[in-house]
């Protein structure tokens, strides 16, 4: 693989890792309470960002792979993280509930489990993006980055309120972090392979989908809500996410990364 790309993935899992410290934010009382009143703003943001990423991973890979075989690809993705929430539904936070912060501590463990096989699977999406190009491996670090932003925010409430200090469970989150490597060491292997990048990039897209319907979109927030003026706060917040995405792919090249020496032989001739 081009040391180009190696590079940006890992330059990309280490700006990823730093969400693990997102918890130092509730040293500010002000940045604390901000946070509580908004946290479900930014979690409809977040969504608007993983759908168009989604997008953007479906459409790479449904150029590389022949037929049917991205479709298919696509939604074994989403159904293995379905699957893989109804099996261990404790190894996952709901960033729409609202009282998830209360669970014991054996639940506050499963959850940073869960995160950590979670950032196993960015670290995959990080290798399958940027080996087709630099635009969409931005795209998928801007996704992944605020979607574990929220992520490790709302684990700190679960650690905090099992009875973890500040420090322990700053530890803890970082620890957890660090798994993408392993993620990314796996995506590099597969990468070797004939047609695995395309692949890659179909069920990652359907890990995305999943991502944005079961975790993201705040349906209980916005169908309890009782105030117009919140469900079209949600909707401005969602079509931003999908704006700044869609922005950043005109102002960044699409090129693809990962044309061998034989394949722009045979464009050449």
Known sequence: ?????????????????????????FITKRAKHWLFRNMKYVVTFAAGIFLMTAF???????????GYQGIFLAIGGFVGMWVLHTILPETHHHHDTGCDHCEPARK?????IGDSIHNVADGVVLVSAFSVSVNLGIIATISIFIHEFVQEISEFFVL????????KTLILNGISATTILVGVCLGFLASQQEFT???LLA????IFFHIV??????YKKITQSKHTKQTWIHILCF??????????????PHTHENLTSDSIHIENQ
Request: proline letters at 3%.
């Open 108 to 112: 506050g463990i499963k959850l940073v």
């Open 239 to 252: 079509s931003l996410g999908i704006v700044i995405i869609w922005f950043l792919g005109i102002l960044t």
């Open 160 to 167: 905090k309120s099992s009875g973890y200090t500040t420090k």
């Open 56 to 66: 953007g991973l479906a459409q790479e890979s449904f150029e590389i792979l022949p």
């Open 197 to 199: 990048e395309g692949i």
């Open 213 to 218: 319907l079961h975790d993201l979109i705040p």
């Open 1 to 25: 693989m081009d040391q180009t790309i190696i590079t940006n993935v890992l330059i990309a899992s280490f700006v990823v890792m730093a969400a693990s410290l997102s918890g130092m934010i």
């Open 203 to 206: 069920i990652s897209s359907g």
